[in-house]
């Protein structure tokens, strides 16, 4: 398991942006395909986005669709989750994790290999 670490969360209002950042000093991102996820009190885990490697593409889930991005700066090793429009639904504690191969269901979670400590992310009404 190699290490990610995530930066960016805070305390927003509703309507408010934040930007999450991923990195690691352990391997190229690049070559790793790269997902968001999220956690709230209470509930499961939710697949939030993923940017595949080999210019696979990205994908959301639809209730952040037209609203967050996924983007890769392989520049700084760094890929970001920026996010628009927040809603107080939005707030938990958002993890980046990677993995050099991941299946159609990334949304589980359960290829991923390596993964970040988490930051919160609290969406104020």
């Known amino acids: 398991q190699l290490r990610l670490v995530e930066s960016g969360g805070g305390l927003v209002q509703s309507g408010g942006s934040l930007r999450l950042s991923c990195t690691t000093s352990?391997?190229?991102?690049?070559?790793?395909?790269v997902g968001w996820f999220r956690q709230a009190p209470g509930k499961e885990r939710e697949g939030v986005s993923i940017?595949?490697?080999?210019?696979?593409?990205?994908n959301y889930a639809d209730s952040v669709k037209g609203r967050f991005t996924i983007a890769r700066d392989n520049a700084k090793n760094t890929v970001y989750l920026q996010m628009n429009s927040l809603k107080p639904e939005d707030t938990a504690i958002y993890y980046c994790?990677?993995?050099?191969?991941?299946?159609?269901?990334?949304?589980?979670?359960?290829?991923?290999?390596?993964w970040g400590q988490g930051t919160q992310v609290t969406v104020s009404s």
């Open positions: 940017v595949r490697n080999g210019g696979g593409g990205t």
């Open positions: 352990e391997f190229d991102l690049d070559r790793m395909n």
């Open positions: 994790a990677a993995d050099l191969r991941v299946a159609t269901d990334w949304y589980t979670g359960t290829d991923f290999g390596s």
